[in-house]
């Protein structure tokens, strides 16, 4: 009986962890269950802030779709890096600016501001010493560019008064509250998921160490009785035998095995990754933040990158590009006076080049971005995400292949694929017209 006792011993143990293991998981899987974690397609300047407000009021401030569309696009390209809807950065907010201004002042102020400062025109006169004598750049955008941006503002403001009436606080607050909510209840309950994840760790750990000592004692206690046979006490003493174990033939050959495959497996990797650049993140002489810049105040890109839609390559931008707004902005922060000390020294910014594709390739960015529509981040990854920049794609020449195999070429309203359009679809009816379609795999395409 004894016998029987001593033997089902570790069976209960195990069977009491097994049992509280599964619930403590069961539990874990359910809590999980409550959050769900959206991963989607980001475009330079998106925010999730932005997409629920867009939600909210899809056609707020009324107004041409088309026309409120490229506003957005102009706005963040031209006026991003001064102006906001419902904050002031460098310049007003322009929240009301055509209850404030008529449309035939603003023309001529956003074309030409200091021309109409020179004239003596009071308002003009005024915001230009409210706001520190900072000149506001001219623009040269036609009437129609302009009225675009307008009507952009009129639905912004559309959409924060839609929000203000749901109950939100209007103004700053309304801005900065709704971002916060779109993306906090996901964010909350991740957290939460996380820390109830560690303690049922920490849970599971005490319950393992209490079984152990559990066990000792109930030992201790029956190596004092006296009533136990032979059968009994060599249970009760047995020791894994370590030795024996390290000593096995199989158990020799299996990690010898294991060790095999991991040296071969670690030296095809590294012959298949000389040259390979991907997650290569330097530090650079300046801590600048794309999240900050790119994400948080949704500065285009083609703001900085001013050649990315109409040159071969994406230039770096250089420091007066930088003094548009630090001259007025965080102007006593240590990194911006690195930029200061740059331009009285003449000398260029030492940026550290993170993208470099070897010499034998011929790339066009403007082919990608201008042509075919690409964004940035189908090269760059989440670039809006990023404090600091870091290789996101392999780019190996199998990397381009592939994407010139699957990638449709955008060929709307270019005259120019019309004729390949026609001829693809005489030979290959029902497949899509790619990359590859129109001679994208070609040797002579990226060497030559």
């Avoid at 404030?100 to 009071?122: C, F, H, Q, T, Y």
């Avoid at 000398?347 to 594709?357: A, D, F, K, S």
């Amino acid at each position: 009986m004894n016998s029987i006792r001593l033997r089902s011993l570790p069976h209960l143990l195990l069977a009491l962890f097994l049992t509280f293991a599964g619930t403590q998981q069961a539990a874990a899987q359910d809590a999980g269950a409550t959050a769900t974690v959206k991963k989607e397609g980001v475009v330079p300047g998106a925010t999730d802030g932005a997409t629920a407000a867009t939600a909210v009021a899809p056609a707020a401030g009324g107004g041409d779709a088309a026309a409120i569309a490229a506003g957005d696009a102009l706005f963040k390209t031209n006026c991003a890096q001064c102006h906001a809807v419902n904050e002031v950065i460098v310049g007003p907010a322009l929240s009301g600016i055509t209850k404030r201004r008529p449309v035939s002042w603003l023309l001529p102020w956003i074309k030409n501001s200091s021309k109409l400062v020179a004239s003596g025109d009071e308002y003009a006169v005024a915001i230009y010493n409210k706001y520190n004598k900072q000149q506001m750049p001219s623009f040269a955008l036609s009437d129609t560019e302009i009225n675009s941006i307008l009507a952009w503002v009129t639905a912004e403001e559309g959409k924060s008064a839609n929000v203000a009436g749901a109950g939100v606080t209007a103004g700053n607050a309304a801005a900065t509250d709704g971002q916060a909510d779109a993306g906090g209840a996901e964010a909350g309950a991740g957290k939460y998921v996380d820390i109830l994840l560690i303690v049922l760790v920490v849970v599971l750990i005490v319950l393992v160490v209490t079984l152990v000592i559990i066990g000792n004692l109930m030992k201790d206690v029956l190596r004092g009785r006296k009533d136990l046979d032979g059968r009994d006490v060599e249970i009760l003493e047995q020791r894994f035998d370590w030795g024996k174990m390290y000593r096995s033939p199989a158990l020799r050959g299996i990690v010898g095995v294991v060790f095999a495959l991991v040296l071969l497996y670690e030296g095809v990797q590294s012959v298949m990754a000389i040259g390979l650049t991907q997650g290569y993140q330097p530090t650079q002489p300046i801590a600048f933040s794309h999240k900050l810049h790119a994400g948080e105040h949704q500065i285009n890109c083609a703001y900085c990158h001013t050649s990315v839609y109409k040159s071969k390559s994406a230039n770096i931008p250089s420091a007066n590009i930088c003094m548009n707004c630090h001259s007025q902005i965080k102007t006593e922060s240590p990194e911006i006076k690195k930029i200061y000390r740059a331009i009285e020294r003449k000398q260029p910014i030492q940026w550290v080049r993170i993208h470099n594709l070897p010499d034998l390739a011929y790339f066009n960015h403007s082919q990608h971005t201008q042509v075919a529509g690409l964004q940035c981040q189908t090269c760059h990854g989440p670039i809006q995400n990023m404090e600091v920049v870091y290789q996101y794609s392999a780019l190996t020449m199998g990397w381009c292949i592939n994407c010139h195999r699957e990638m449709p070429v955008n060929a709307k309203d270019n005259k120019y694929y019309d004729n390949l359009v026609k001829l693809h679809n005489t030979k290959n009816a029902g497949a899509p017209f790619t990359v590859s379609s129109n001679g994208g795999t070609e040797c002579s395409k990226c060497h030559y």
